[in-house]
């Protein structure tokens, strides 16, 4: 039996070597996961967007649920870039007792090229928006 449910977060990123501002930055995916397991990881699939960087391109990756043993979900998916180039992020969500709601609508993370960091990037879970569109994606199966 699976869990799936979509997921879509908004922020900027900036590359290391740009001089221009923060830009637009969002992904969106579809999580499955086993239901019933605090711990795991599971495939994720959908699109990102890096606003002049990589316009809606597919990504592939997974995402890590660790609560207990490390306190936050991690994030880690790939994509080609508008060059043509294959870039990672990693970002993750650093859970607090002390401030739930916050802690699981903020992710940051660094873009990669091969191993060296590009980038950061931080995005929102946007509760107002986004949490009944998540809530309407769920399916169990």
């Keep these: 039996m699976k869990l799936e449910f979509s ?22 995916i579809r999580v499955v ?17 890096l606003e002049g960087f990589a316009d809606r391109k597919p990504l592939k990756g997974t995402l890590q649920l660790a609560p207990l043993t490390r306190r936050a979900l991690i994030y880690n998916f790939e994509f080609t870039a508008n060059d043509g180039e294959k870039v990672r992020f990693e970002g993750t969500k650093n859970l607090s007792a002390f401030r ?17 960091p590009i980038g950061a990037a931080q995005a929102t879970f946007d509760l107002r928006r986004e949490f009944p569109r998540l809530l309407a994606s769920l399916r169990l199966g």
């Design 33 to 49: 996961q086993e239901p019933g397991r605090i711990e795991q990881t599971g495939p994720i699939e959908g699109t990102v967007t």
């Design 7 to 28: 997921e879509t977060m908004t922020g900027t990123y900036k590359l290391h070597d740009d001089a221009a501002s923060d830009r637009r930055f969002e992904f969106s």
């Design 100 to 116: 739930p709601i916050r802690s699981m609508t903020m992710l940051a993370g660094t873009l990669y090229k091969e191993y060296r």
